[in-house]
């Protein structure tokens, strides 16, 4: 009689014969476990790191009639690591990189650059960029005011009849 061992990765407990034929390939304990249990681990690892982070890794803009404004996630990154710029073609670039640093899965570095085309009714003199303590960056701007009398010019219609 085969000896059965059992797996639990779940509410549910699967009871499986060591050494089992499947579709003609013989599967023993660690096989199964490869391939059920490491994947059903890692997508629960996934569903957790992303209800602790939603926001990971992403970007959003927002460019309404008040403000232009771009959120940035770096929160692996400090300060010190990140650099904002405005080009001359209404480019603002946004860059980021460390070199290696240990975390708890060995060693890692990490570089980044993101480009974002201004709109033209944004004030680039009163660009300004902040960094959240949860690892935002921040970067916003006023929207160019029109001025009532300044540099506006009013068109005559001229009607023609036929």
Request: net charge neutral; aromatic share 6%.
């Amino acid at each position: 009689m085969a000896h059965i061992k059992r797996v639990s990765f779940s509410p549910n407990v699967v009871a499986v014969p060591a050494g089992v034929v499947f579709s003609g390939h013989f599967i023993d304990a660690e096989d199964l476990f490869r391939s059920v249990v490491v994947p059903h681990i890692r997508r629960q690892y996934m569903q957790q790191l992303k209800k602790l982070a939603p926001n990971s890794g992403t970007s959003e803009v927002r460019n309404d009639k008040n403000e232009f404004r771009v959120q940035l996630d770096v929160s692996h990154f400090t300060p010190e690591e990140l650099s904002v710029k405005m080009l001359d073609n209404n480019v603002l670039v946004v860059e980021g990189k460390h070199e290696e640093k240990a975390d708890e899965h060995g060693f890692i570095s990490r570089q980044f650059t993101r480009k974002y085309t201004l709109p033209q009714d944004v004030d680039k003199h009163k660009l300004s960029s902040s960094f959240t303590p949860n690892g935002l960056l921040v970067i916003s701007a006023p929207k160019l005011s029109i001025e009532a009398n300044g540099n506006e010019k009013a068109i005559p219609i001229e009607v023609k009849h036929a």
